[in-house]
């Protein structure tokens, strides 16, 4: 190999098939060559063999590689191995999602391998025409949720988690960034007894809740699998235990895999009222994605209609720097239309700027805030009095 990346190695298990569909060879042939034909690599043969009394082996070579798949009806599994290089790299990936739909698993593992020399690191975008490299020292996990392209690694700064090329959270400085975005809204909020908190997989926004006393904590993420393989991986948040305890609701974190949106409608039906609401979610978007409906001005004001009195709604709004920030002004400016007290806090050691808003007119909110700071239950390790008055003073372009 003599490129910096080769391609996409991709593995995959399919659990609960069909037993019937997994002896099939004609309909797993067909299923691999109408996969690979979709995704745009391009079939040179294929070869298959049915086993004495049961299982297939469909093998194809590929102008970009090879893809095989391998049945066992006994057990319901389905092994998927599929590699491509090159320009159309991507496509192994591609493959095997469109495998997935076609024999409909009710289970799916996938890893997602790069190959080639300088193909354990991620390129992480940070302005337009800018990238910052993580070299990878151990990929833990590589896979492809229903939502996102996940990655757990082993980095210079600990155990590491990215989506979809962001680095979301690291073991060096989590607890930076969580504080960040938590103890503000402790501080300001009148009482912190029950929160909601959306998206913040890792599990450390609820566990930092709890421990500034709340009794409910509310945790809703669309995204089952990215919330088991950090409760499974990450050396903070979650444990597995800790994390079927709460989806059983059993203490006072409850785990819900919904939604945010509806999960709002719902709370809002019921009468819910919290006295902290987080939103934690993957960056907004200067596109066009999914999850910017939830940065936008109409989710901001169903959360807003959920606060109970002297409630704070806490976001991570963007990052200041003047190469990332129009999604910071996107957010200040929403802020302002929905809240008559904002305030934000603006890491001096990360490098994220979070808002917080309240429905009621707060003449002083830093001065509340560090009146309050020392009287918290919870005990933070990266935020002081000094730390909230800096914090508080806004990037010069969001002052003109």
Known sequence: MTADFTGWHVLAEFGGVDAALCDDLEQLESALRDSLTAAGVT????????????????????????????????????????????????????????LRDRLSPKDVRMQVI?????????????????????????VIVDTNTPFQHMVIARTEQGISLFSDDDRQSTEFSQVTYHEAMMVPAFALAETVDKVLIIGSGEGVASQMSVAAGASLVDHVDIDQLEVELCAEHLPYGYTSDELTAAVKGEGPIKVHYADGWDFLAQAAEAGTRYDVIVIDLPDERVEDAQHNRLY?????????????????LSAQAGCATMWRNETLKRSWNRFHEQFDTVVQYGSDEHEWTFLFGMNERIDDPVQRMTDRLDKLPYRPETVDARALERGAIEPYSLRV
């Open 296 to 312: 936008e001005s109409e989710f901001l004001s169903r959360c807003r209609a959920l606060l109970a009195p002297g409630g704070v």
């Open 43 to 98: 079939i040179c043969d294929v070869v298959h063999k049915k086993f004495d009394p049961q299982g297939v082996t469909v093998l194809a070579l590929l102008s970009e590689s090879h893809a095989s798949i391998h049945t066992y009806p006994e057990s319901g599994d389905i092994f998927v191995d599929v590699f491509t290089c090159g320009s159309i790299g991507a496509g192994a990936s591609k493959a095997v999602e469109l």
């Open 114 to 138: 790069r190959r080639g020399h300088g193909s354990q690191r991620i390129e992480e975008p940070v302005g337009a025409g800018l990238t910052r490299i993580w070299d990878l020292h151990e």
